[in-house]
């Protein structure tokens, strides 16, 4: 006989009954009602013998139970993919049958501060790092649809990034020298001898507040962030006469099937799979939508050539006779193909820089001559507008001392491509040595050891050495070989 399931309404469950008699509600079952199942019952505390022998019917009541809370506690069910989820279950499949969750005062009160406690404790152990890596130090900021500005400050190091602090700045102006203050101050709580570098954004009082910072602490970097950098590189390219009308077109074409909750339906029939629309502020979405576009070419033809679009009403529309116009022209496409073809190879850097997994630093010098290149192949007629557009842009912003240096004690580059006698190479490599490097006498014990880098000698030589060069995070190479 299976037990019973008791009704046991807290005093709180009570109260919440007692008021809903005043309220509007229309009348009907409360979810206790409706589901039983949402009273804990009696025989959580023990198992039967029968169903301990029954693993997945276990298993699937679980899951139950858990979609159940995700549901009707309104959580999207993506929240199941956190890295926190498994680790929860099988915390409390290792408890036991009737252990008893945290009470929201527990949650929030000591929980959280046990948190609190481990978060300063992986910060402290993260800080050890600084004294063999040194830091770079990014400054972001961003205003709120509500126009609240906060500028925030994170700490990067060995791979991993920590928030430091935010700071309200609304209704405070950012000139070059509120900036220049709030940076050197940010600089001396993370201490300076750790600030290899710091990054900011490309508006010129971020820039001059920067130039400020280096001159009182002439041991530290700026540099630009590399991802806005090439987002303005796209922008830049959008204005060619042979590039803006074909993104305004591809703009006009999406944005009206978008628009149009048919032509929409009449798409998606179509079509595998959704447009992508470009957004405001990132430039690079003008050409992955006009990629988009392409990928869709096919669906997109047989759509406006399809009955369902010439009984449509939106087939009559000006701008929908347009739209099938430019979809039905081969001059576009053909056009767009080109452009995304030349657009490729600056996405595909500024995809290395806006992502998380790989330091960038070492890679993006070599990856802007390698974009080059391959917009040289591309469009060997036309290109030099483009180079012209790259080089403007890493000699201003995109490309710094440092990473030139970072580039030439990268093994990966070092070995493979001969650079160790470059001048250029060599003259960054030592003016960011002396800028970095206090101490004259270091400095030059360092750059001594340069010959012994680029000629594999010693450590640099081993096996383990020669097989690292490409694969590990160049570095962490530098600490162990």
């Excluded at 409390?92 to 009470?103: D, F, H």
């Excluded at 580039?407 to 006698?421: F, K, R, T």
Aim: with cysteine; aromatic share 10%; glycine share 4%.
């Amino acid at each position: 006989m299976e037990p019973t399931r008791t009704r046991n309404l807290s005093r709180t469950q009570n109260v919440k009954e007692g008021f809903g008699k005043f309220t509007r509600r229309e009348k009907g079952p409360s979810r206790e009602e409706i589901d039983p199942s949402i009273y804990r019952q009696q025989d959580v505390y023990q198992q039967k013998l029968k169903n301990m022998w029954n693993p997945k019917k276990w298993a699937k009541s679980a899951k139950h139970a858990i979609g159940k809370f995700f549901i009707y506690q309104n959580i999207a069910p993506n929240k199941a993919q956190g890295p926190y989820y498994q680790c929860m279950i099988d915390e409390i499949a290792r408890a036991g049958v009737g252990v008893e969750g945290p009470t929201p005062y527990e949650i929030g009160g000591s929980i959280l501060e046990d948190e609190i406690e481990e978060l300063k404790e992986y910060i402290d152990e993260f800080k050890k790092k600084w004294e063999v890596y040194g830091v770079t130090l990014m400054c972001d900021g961003w205003t709120s649809i509500t126009h609240l500005s906060i500028t925030n400050f994170l700490i990067y190091c060995d791979g991993k990034t920590v928030f430091h602090k935010s700071v309200n700045t609304t209704g405070i102006d950012k000139d070059a020298n509120y900036l220049f203050q709030l940076m050197d101050e940010v600089v001396q709580e993370i201490g300076e001898k750790y600030v290899v570098q710091i990054i900011t954004d490309n508006q010129s009082s971020y820039k001059r507040a920067a130039e400020l910072l280096m001159d009182r602490r002439p041991h530290l970097y700026w540099t630009s962030c590399a991802a806005h950098s090439l987002d303005l590189v796209l922008h830049d390219f959008a204005k060619f006469k042979s590039v803006s009308p074909i993104l305004e077109q591809a703009k006009k074409c999406t944005n009206f099937i978008y628009n149009h909750g048919k032509v929409l339906h009449l798409m998606r029939q179509h079509c595998t799979g959704e447009l992508i629309r470009p957004a405001q502020t990132r430039f690079a979405t003008n050409y992955i939508a006009l990629e988009s576009l392409l990928q869709h070419k096919n669906g997109l033809q047989r759509m406006m050539t399809s009955d369902e679009w010439a009984m449509s009403a939106s087939s009559k529309d000006p701008i929908g006779k347009k739209v099938r116009q430019t979809l039905m022209d081969s001059k576009f496409w053909e056009r767009a193909k080109k452009i995304v073809s030349i657009h490729a190879p600056i996405a595909k850097v500024l995809r290395i820089v806006d992502g998380e997994k790989l330091t960038t630093m070492p890679y993006v010098y070599a990856a802007m001559i390698k974009a080059k290149e391959q917009i040289q192949e591309i469009a060997p007629n036309s290109c030099k507008k483009y180079i012209d557009v790259i080089d403007e842009r890493c000699r201003k912003q995109i490309i710094s001392r440092i990473h030139i240096a970072a580039y030439y004690l990268n093994p990966a580059y070092q070995y493979s491509e001969n650079i160790g006698d470059q001048p250029e190479l060599i003259s960054a490599l030592k003016d960011v040595v002396n800028r970095i490097e206090p101490s004259s006498t270091i400095a030059s014990h360092a750059l001594a050891e340069v010959k012994i880098f680029r000629e594999a000698m010693h450590g640099f030589s081993s096996r383990l050495a020669v097989k690292g060069r490409e694969k590990t995070d160049p570095a962490e190479w530098w600490f162990l070989y």
